[in-house]
Nanobody, 123 residues
């Protein structure tokens, strides 16, 4: 069973930055594609960024140029660096994993989920 634990959320002013981390309890972290999703109140969960086992990345249009997903396989950790934050980035952010070479853009592509970390951006 894979466990994912997110950290790094909090309250930040618009224009500020946060870095989210997700640590995976798994032996072969490098075999997993990882992603960050977010869910704002009253909205569907959406994929913000994803990274394959080899380091290929993808982003939803609203965060391109502001967010960066990365991974450190030696630390079993995936990161989401969030810069130039906006009020519309306020949401619970979830880490997700699937044992696959490729990433997916939808929730049903992932088998394992963290509990989420809250990000609040004040305008």
């Amino acid at each position: 069973q894979v466990q994912l634990v997110e950290s790094g959320g909090g309250l930040v002013q618009a224009g500020g930055s946060l870095r989210l981390s997700c640590v995976a309890s798994v032996r072969t972290f490098s075999s997993y594609a990882m992603a960050w999703f977010r869910q704002a109140p009253g909205k569907d969960r959406e994929c913000v960024a994803a990274i394959s086992w080899s380091g290929s990345t993808a982003y939803t249009d609203s965060v391109k140029g502001r967010f960066t997903i990365s991974r450190d396989n030696a630390k079993n950790t995936v990161y989401l660096q969030m810069n130039s934050l906006k009020s519309e980035d306020t949401a619970v952010y979830f880490c997700a994993a699937v044992k696959s070479g490729s990433y997916y853009y939808t929730e049903n592509g992932y088998d394992y989920w963290g509990r989420g970390t809250q990000v609040n951006v004040s305008s």
